[in-house]
């Protein structure tokens, strides 16, 4: 019998494959005394032998798929397992105490990481992470339970796990994962947005989707609707390949925008851009007519590695979009690292609401150092194109004041040493804050621009966590309260001769889109895969209507009723 699970449509398509049930194996270690020493050596030494070449295998893999810059931790992991200091001592613990293997392996694992963590040295609490992650490969082989790393798969699956982490979702290679499906997490969470940069299928937050399905079971996902069939019937089978070859159809209908201007039915212009992560999604950007970028997250780029990104190697990653986008507008926006996003060499302290915490402009306002690396390389690249710089997480104009001012006085340096700087770099702030959407006439005196954050903007307007699928019911973009607060944006930044744009996921919604025209936003960003069925859809509308019934959405009681309106009028 087939079983139907409900979650939230996280990125568009169908897909249908077999479970990978992604999930981390029991490595507990049980002490074993007087055992056959020799033995217990060859058994360590074959298991370092499979991690090595396990890693090697992985490394080539995401060099190939991802790209250099995601397959450096693998390097790091292969230089812990050739550390003599680490494994000779693994060895003589054995011989010396006549134990398990395993049982050395993670006594001395303890030892090692306790002891980097103490240390004050930046560089090597960063190996404790690495010794952490090696120690387990090595575990998993010892105790005969294989990890089995998401760049490795090769067949194609639909991943089934608890939750993906972003850098899990880094590694996915998209020849092989149709699609996953979680537990938790909501639309804008992380894991959420990459899967739609990579234009795989996914539904997330079903709460049950791992103890309802086996592995290998065949799994359908609608990342449409939301839904997932486990063991679907040959009926149910059936209708889905339809359905499959009718979303195929539709996507070659929208492929024939790509080329066109984005207006409405009587020629109203809105700049339909794209959001990415990383330089490797600017494929998608291209592929998908996108009139620029408007949100680059840069915080990726300081992901899935062991130190931070040298301002060289920023530089180049900016550079290469700015010159990829050839004068079309590339917004960048400065680390906002924090909430689900971790860095795993970035030691903070465990916080009780990571989201309302130390993070993104906050972090940078204190970690100067850090910021100011960012700041020249993104003011370098700013030669090469149309570049803009966007600070995200701003609450006060204090914290813009600040920022800004760090920025010039690079801006100033770099010119004393004869480096060349765009002179018209526009500075703008992310809003998705509710005290600066409410103080947006006063920072529309001194930004040059705003964008949107939706996907903050409403979990901190509703006090509802993105990530937690028990309140995703309060995520509500078309509550009178959200669109109220975004028309005062649009309106305080008009007032000043500044534009104002939407980088939140609302930007890409059906049901958003219209409104958000009729109150007059200028640029919408959203994942390159919405850019072309928005683009159809504006052409379906007139300014005039789209006004109309935006006024009259600001004046109704709740969420619902404003998504009737737009769906009797427009849908
Ligand atoms: C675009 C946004 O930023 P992020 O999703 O990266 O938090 C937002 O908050 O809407
Ligand atoms: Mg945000």
Known sequence: MSKTLTGIAASAGIAIAKAFRYEEPDLTVEKKTDVDVKSEIQTFDAALEKSRAELEDIKTKTMESMGEEHAEIFSAHLLVLRDPEFVDAIRQK???????????????????????????????????????????????????????????????????????????TAQLNKEFVKGFVTNIGGRTSHSAIMARSLEIPAVVGTKTVTSDTAQHATVIIDGISGTVIIDPSPEELKEYEEKHKQYEEQKKEWAKLKNEPSVSKDGTHVELVANIGTPEDLVGVHDNGAEGVGL??????????????????QYEAYKKVVESLDGKPVVIRTLDIGGDKELSYLDLPEEMNPFLGFRAIRLCL?????????????????????????????????????????????????ISEGVEVSEELEVGIMVEIPSTAVMAPQFAKEVDF???????????????????????????????????LVKMVIDASHKEGKWTGMCGEMAGDEVAIPLLFGLGLDEFSMSATSVLPARSQLLQLTKEEAAQVAEQALTLQTAEEVQDLVEKKFL
């Open 366 to 414: 204190e970690m100067t150092d850090m910021f100011r690396t960012q700041l020249r390389a993104l003011l370098r690249a700013s030669a090469f194109g149309n570049l803009k710089i966007m600070f995200p997480m701003i609450a006060t104009l204090q914290e813009f004041r600040e920022a800004k001012a760090l920025l010039e006085e690079e801006k100033q340096k770099l």
């Open 450 to 484: 705003f964008s949107i954050g939706t996907n903050d903007l409403i979990q901190y307007t509703m006090a509802a966590d993105r990530m937690n699928e028990r309140v995703s019911y309060l995520y509500q973009p078309y509550s009178p309260a959200i669109l109220n």
């Open 94 to 168: 054995v011989q010396d105490d006549a134990v398990n293997a395993s049982f050395a392996l993670d006594e001395l694992t303890t030892q090692f990481v306790t002891m980097f963590e103490s240390m004050d040295n930046e560089y090597m609490r960063e190996r404790a992470a690495d010794i952490r992650d090696v120690s387990k490969r090595l575990l998993s082989h010892l105790l005969g339970k294989p990890i089995v790393s998401l760049a490795e798969l090769n067949e194609e699956v639909i991943i089934v796990g608890e939750d993906l982490t972003p850098s899990d």
């Open 296 to 313: 680059y997250r840069t915080e990726f780029l300081y992901m899935g590695r062991d130190d931070f990104p040298t301002e060289e190697e």
